[in-house]
């Protein structure tokens, strides 16, 4: 099992960056597959980025390629999420998650270890 505590959401307005990071614990860090998924209000959760610790292989969903930048920290255990260029639509709960595993885990099915969720709101 492991541990995630995200923290870095807040309100923005369209244009403006943040960065979210999420923590763990109880688990080797080097072994994770590590996302971040992202949820507004009526709709699916969706992936926003995906990291392989061990190997920094990364994946982006379509809508944030470009603008938001996933990234990793071993000697603290924490994965990054670096949004630049925020809109509107970019608004919702946002989640960290994590697995082990030898696969690349995309869907959000895949994952059984969640953190809290941080809110991002960016205004027009």
């Known amino acids: 099992q492991v541990q995630l505590v995200e923290s870095g959401g807040g309100l923005v307005q369209a244009g403006g960056s943040l960065r979210l990071s999420c923590a763990t614990s109880g688990r080797t860090f080097g072994s994770l597959i590590m996302g971040w998924f992202r949820q507004a209000p009526g709709k699916e959760r969706e992936t926003v980025a995906v990291?392989?610790?061990?190997?920094?292989?990364?994946y982006y969903a379509d809508s944030v390629k470009g603008r938001f930048t996933i990234s990793r920290d071993n000697a603290k255990s924490t994965v990054y999420l670096q949004m630049n260029s925020l809109k509107p639509e970019d608004t919702a709960v946002y989640y960290c998650a994590a697995r082990s595993g030898r696969a690349f885990y995309i869907l959000p099915r895949e994952y059984g270890n969640w953190g809290q969720g941080t809110q991002v709101t960016v205004s027009s």
């Open positions: 990291i392989s610790v061990s190997n920094g292989r990364t």
